[in-house]
């Protein structure tokens, strides 16, 4: 079966630095998204991965690994406004998104 | 405005009724997505379509229907509401370039009571 598999809630300081970890089972795979969601919003797109390795953008970077069906989000120099669920998610062959429950990145000063 | 829209954003609806869930976007996108999301759960996708008449089923369509007559419009209708179905409904569109990113409207909240 398809699967994706991410902690529930993780806590951090600010100014400090993040990793949230993905695992997936997809019948095939045409990518990794993550997607940041405030609470009562909808999720908007951070980023995508469909090679191996790290992206960087500003203070989000993500990093994928296909052969071992893994990826993360670091987030650095943590801000308030950094308190979201973030939503790791794989594209399948039918380029259909199979998505994580989220996690719940809570930010304390 | 451009955008994706979806109205209502509240709805309070009894079992046993029918209720419809709009979304409106004016990027011109082909494909259109609708998905619930639960506590615990990730989003799942109800509904999507390619293009206008072209609708197909996700992985939870039980109890609801979509149509598309024009590109812009993706109305999602809850023929015989249940309580399984109070849920935070979101539409979502993207255009198959690029990263294929889905843009989300801001979501219905539907309890059915």
């Known amino acids: 079966g398809q699967n994706i598999d991410q902690p529930t809630e993780m806590t951090a300081t600010e100014g400090a630095i993040v990793q949230i970890n993905c695992t997936y089972q997809?019948?095939?795979?045409?990518?990794l998204f993550w997607y940041q969601q405030h609470a009562g919003e909808a999720p908007t797109f951070l980023s995508y991965?469909?090679l191996d390795g790290l992206e960087e953008k500003g203070r989000f970077s993500s990093f994928l690994s296909r052969s071992k069906g893994y990826s993360y989000l670091l987030l650095k120099e943590l801000q308030m406004k950094d308190s979201a669920s973030y939503l790791c998610?794989?594209?399948?062959?039918?380029?259909?998104?199979?998505w994580g429950a989220g996690t719940k990145l809570i930010i304390k000063p | 405005d451009a955008g994706i829209t979806q109205s209502p954003r509240y709805k309070i609806t009894e079992t046993g009724r029918q209720v419809t869930l709009m979304c409106h976007q004016t990027?011109?996108?082909?494909?259109m997505f609708w998905y619930r999301q639960d506590l615990g759960h990730g989003l799942r996708l109800i509904y999507y379509?390619?293009?206008?008449?072209?609708?197909d089923k996700g992985e939870v369509p039980d109890g609801y229907v979509v149509s598309r007559s024009k590109t812009e419009n993706f109305p999602l209708t809850l023929e015989s509401a249940t309580r399984s179905q109070t849920s935070v409904y979101f539409c979502?569109?993207?255009?198959?370039?690029?990263?294929?990113?889905?843009?989300f409207g801001p979501g219905t909240r539907l309890t059915v009571t």
């Open positions: 979502a569109s993207t255009q198959p370039s690029g990263t294929y990113e889905q843009y």
């Open positions: 990027w011109s996108h082909s494909y």
């Open positions: 379509s390619a293009a206008a008449d072209i609708t």
């Open positions: 997809t019948s095939g795979f045409n990518g």
């Open positions: 991965n469909v």
């Open positions: 998610a794989a594209r399948d062959s039918n380029y259909q998104l199979i």
